[in-house]
């Protein structure tokens, strides 16, 4: 029987996947770190923690959102105002 949290599980490793691509230190240092996250929680059934889990991996997409969003408001501030 599968788990029916497999599918949040999975469209929040790609949503993250995707948002790595432009992360600082780089796509595949991002992407082994992210793969060896998922790999280490994988044998988990609780239905709880995994919600948790989720819930975790949730802020951290949010969290990379803004910092992309803070990168291009610095580059746009820094081309279109002096300091």
Do not use: C, H, T, W
Not at 1 to 17: C, D, F, G, I
Not at 39 to 61: C, H, T, W, Y
């Amino acid at each position: 029987m599968a788990n029916p949290l497999r599918s949040e599980v999975v469209r929040l490793y790609k949503n993250l996947l995707y948002l790595g691509r432009e992360y600082p230190k780089g796509s595949e240092y991002f992407r082994d770190r992210l793969r060896s996250a998922f790999s280490k929680n994988r044998a988990e059934s609780d239905p709880q923690a995994v919600r948790e889990m989720i819930l975790r991996g949730e802020f951290v997409s949010r969290e990379l959102e803004a910092l992309y969003y803070l990168r291009k408001y610095r580059a746009m501030k820094k081309r279109y105002y002096e300091e």
